[in-house]
């Protein structure tokens, strides 16, 4: 059983990476002995103190721990990490990541693994209720959300038991003094790590952990499904090459191939673009879907859910992708060759779906009957795009996301427009860490 020692006022590791470090107390705030209540969105546990919510980081609902005040700043609200756990979960386990542990200073745990030390089904139970307070609270929908961890026969090489070898991007950062690693948890301090058990193990294997890159600012690794791993090394006046010229990498989603550029977007898990297709691929209603239709994928990348449209529905449909990044449009035109009826479009979402409402179609009737899919980045697609979305009655909207938060709140603008949700799935696309992917189907009531 991890148990810790109380922290010390201990001096740090110079700061690394391009923005300063977000300011830690001077003067180490007070330690607190805290019962832990229930999780709360952003990886962090809710607990009381004299009346006043405390949001405890390396915590889980049930535990008695000492937590060390960081952020006494707000009336609300304080901020605390645990350093001591003095009644442990029966779902505590040894972190996955010894640099994360609570074990140590929480100055020198690494972020970015901040439910290691959950036991998996556990951790995939937070997640659901985390999903489920947001849809209740912001959605204004109660609906059991079980999230699913991936299947093992579309990830190959990860530990789906432990909730390791799943990243195939990974951001290492690089101290003014040339150490590298990741960055401590809430914090922009580099932290010198011997391992990278969340990396799928060739990264791991290239990653230059323990060497001092004198004049660098940060390494990317990345390892494609079809290739070898990288290594790129970032110094500060790394503008990035012309981008007509960025190299790109060859993903692999089942039979189909997909060129992304080397820096592009790409989902992370080793499985997670199977996962996802096929997910889309089970969510989009067979009943309301119509081949003819304007189809969508908007926040469309490479193409990756429009071929999952695709390929279940068969290659004469008709579906246009919409990204705002020129270089991900040009390979979706090429990753979707396959489909005669797809487009792909290089736009922002809300300014095209502006134009789609100023031109008259050839039907006159906007998106009517077309399903969309909606993949937005994590701060969701938002008032903007789902009033503009709504006004063009699309017959279904399945959304793909990663922000509970960011969905529940777009479901209740959606709900708003008369549409309901449906069906919703999630997924651990990022174990060991408290993020989560749902996919929800929105459709028109009538
Ligand atoms: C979460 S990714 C999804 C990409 C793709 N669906 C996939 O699974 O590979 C979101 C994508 O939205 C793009 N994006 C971000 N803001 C956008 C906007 N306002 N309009 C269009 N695309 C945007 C990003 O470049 C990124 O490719």
Not at 118 to 127: E, H
Not at 208 to 235: F, Y
Not at 385 to 408: E, F, G, K, T
Not at 420 to 437: G, S
Request: net charge negative.
């Amino acid at each position: 059983m991890a148990q810790s020692r109380r922290r010390r006022p201990a001096s740090r590791p110079a700061s690394g990476g391009r923005r300063p470090a977000p300011p830690r107390p001077a003067e180490p705030g007070p330690v607190l002995e805290l019962d832990v209540e229930r999780i709360a969105h952003g990886g962090v546990a809710v607990a009381h103190h004299e009346g006043r919510v405390v949001f405890v980081a390396d915590a889980i609902p049930g535990e008695r721990v000492a937590a060390q005040v960081v952020d006494a700043g707000r009336e609300r609200f304080w901020r605390a990490e645990t350093v001591e756990v003095l009644r442990a979960s029966p779902d505590r386990r040894e972190h996955v990541w010894p640099e994360a542990s609570v074990d140590r200073a929480p100055e020198h745990r690494v972020g970015g693994a901040e439910f290691g030390h959950i036991a998996m089904p556990r951790q995939r139970a937070l997640k659901g209720e985390v999903l489920h307070d947001a849809l209740a609270r912001m959605g204004g929908v109660e609906v059991e959300v079980v999230v699913e961890p991936v299947d093992p026969a579309v990830a190959p090489g990860v530990d789906v038991e432990a909730g390791t070898r799943w990243r195939t991007r990974v951001r290492l950062h690089v101290a003014a003094d040339g150490t590298v690693g990741p960055y401590a948890a809430r914090s922009h301090t580099v932290v010198p790590v011997t391992s990278l058990p969340l990396a799928v193990a060739e990264l791991e294997a290239i990653a230059p952990l323990g060497r001092t890159l004198e004049g660098a600012v940060a390494v990317d690794l990345i390892a494609p499904s079809d290739g070898d791993p990288q290594a790129v090394v970032r110094s500060p006046d790394d503008r990035r090459t012309a981008r007509t010229a960025a190299p790109t990498v060859v993903e692999r989603v089942g039979n189909r191939r997909f060129t992304v550029d080397r820096d592009g977007f790409w989902q992370v898990h080793r499985g997670a673009a199977a996962t996802l297709t096929a997910a889309v691929q089970d969510l989009v209603d067979p009943d309301r879907f119509d081949p003819a239709a304007e189809n969508h994928d908007l926040y469309g990348g490479v193409g990756l859910l429009a071929a999952a449209v695709g390929d279940r529905f068969g290659p004469s449909v008709r579906v246009t992708t919409v990204e705002a990044d020129a270089r991900a449009t040009e390979h979706a035109g090429a990753n979707l060759a396959d489909w005669i009826g797809a487009r792909a479009v290089t736009a922002r979402v809300d300014r095209y779906l502006d134009e789609l409402a100023a031109a008259p179609d050839d039907a006159g009737r906007g998106l009517r009957g077309a399903t969309v899919v909606l993949d937005p980045p994590r701060s969701g697609a938002g008032r903007a795009v789902v009033d503009r979305l709504a006004a063009l009655h699309p017959a279904q909207v399945v959304y793909v996301a990663c922000d509970p938060v960011a969905l529940a709140r777009d479901v209740g603008l959606f709900r708003a427009h008369g549409y309901e949700l449906e069906a919703v799935r999630a997924f651990d696309l990022f174990p060991n860490t408290h993020h989560v992917e749902a996919v929800a189907r929105l459709a028109a009531i009538v």
